[in-house]
């Protein structure tokens, strides 16, 4: 199989999900600016899915074919599967037999494919499980006992920010840690089903344009939000 083929592989599936990773890398590395880097490529990621999962079938169609030639070519040499891998993979019709084949055939072996397969697939899955990487730091960003015994929840407001372009959960766990940094924040909730955060803030320490800007670091812009009663 052509290296350029599971280099495409490798590729397309990290950018699949380079919108979802990066939000989380900026979180766990604290650094705001990181969380949008690659939200440009959210609208693309089912294109670059569907090119990972083509590209696989292309990688084990031309790797199962080539096996079959093998075990047609071992058959001729009366079973001796070395002389076959040799004269098929090493030994093109002008050229000397290869001196390295054991180095070549790993990288040809149904073991290399099978680590490019199952890392395209960690890649394309991140944005379901990577939220679980933010959960220890989520979890200390929660409900700020201090500033509801200091502020009182009759002094707090409610807003819900509708959120579109929010596509997986791993993004919906950066939001709310985002938005739990905000001064004057007493607790949010993200949702990326129904496309919303839920914040509680004081309304004398921070407003909602406050909270839309720590959203926008994410690279998941705020379509529009609406105060409630409490």
């Not at 890398?25 to 990621?45: E, I, N, Y």
């Not at 990688?59 to 001729?76: D, E, F, G, P, T």
């Given at each position: 199989m052509k290296k350029s083929i599971l280099g495409v592989t490798i590729l397309s599936a990290v950018a699949a999900s380079l919108c979802c990773i990066t939000p989380v890398l900026a979180v766990l590395a604290g650094s705001a600016s990181l969380a949008s880097a690659f939200s440009w490529l959210a609208p693309a990621r089912p294109y670059l899915i569907g090119i990972t999962v083509i590209v696989l079938a292309i990688a084990w169609y031309q790797h199962l074919s080539r096996k079959i030639r093998l075990r047609?070519?071992?058959s001729v040499h009366g079973g001796d599967a070395l002389s076959a891998e040799t004269d098929a993979a090493c030994c093109?019709?002008?050229?000397?037999c290869c001196t390295d084949g054991e180095k070549q055939?790993?990288?040809?072996s149904t073991t290399f494919l099978l680590m490019i397969t199952l890392f395209a697939f960690l890649a394309l899955g991140f944005p379901y499980y990577g939220g679980n990487l933010l959960k220890s730091r989520v979890a200390k960003s929660s409900?700020?006992?201090e500033m509801l015994s200091a502020t009182g929840m009759d002094s707090s407001v409610q807003a819900i920010l509708q959120i579109p372009s929010m596509d997986c959960e791993a993004c919906a766990r950066a939001i709310r840690y985002m938005i739990m940094q905000v001064p004057g924040v007493v607790n949010a909730r993200v949702s990326y089903p129904d496309k919303k955060a839920w914040v509680i803030f004081n309304p004398r320490l921070t407003n909602v344009r406050q909270i839309d800007s720590a959203?926008?670091?994410t690279g998941y812009p705020v379509a529009q939000w609406e105060m409630v009663q409490r």
């Amino acid at each position: 199989m052509k290296k350029s083929i599971l280099g495409v592989t490798i590729l397309s599936a990290v950018a699949a999900s380079l919108c979802c990773i990066t939000p989380v890398l900026a979180v766990l590395a604290g650094s705001a600016s990181l969380a949008s880097a690659f939200s440009w490529l959210a609208p693309a990621r089912p294109y670059l899915i569907g090119i990972t999962v083509i590209v696989l079938a292309i990688a084990w169609y031309q790797h199962l074919s080539r096996k079959i030639r093998l075990r047609k070519v071992s058959s001729v040499h009366g079973g001796d599967a070395l002389s076959a891998e040799t004269d098929a993979a090493c030994c093109p019709p002008v050229t000397d037999c290869c001196t390295d084949g054991e180095k070549q055939s790993f990288w040809k072996s149904t073991t290399f494919l099978l680590m490019i397969t199952l890392f395209a697939f960690l890649a394309l899955g991140f944005p379901y499980y990577g939220g679980n990487l933010l959960k220890s730091r989520v979890a200390k960003s929660s409900a700020k006992p201090e500033m509801l015994s200091a502020t009182g929840m009759d002094s707090s407001v409610q807003a819900i920010l509708q959120i579109p372009s929010m596509d997986c959960e791993a993004c919906a766990r950066a939001i709310r840690y985002m938005i739990m940094q905000v001064p004057g924040v007493v607790n949010a909730r993200v949702s990326y089903p129904d496309k919303k955060a839920w914040v509680i803030f004081n309304p004398r320490l921070t407003n909602v344009r406050q909270i839309d800007s720590a959203v926008q670091t994410t690279g998941y812009p705020v379509a529009q939000w609406e105060m409630v009663q409490r």
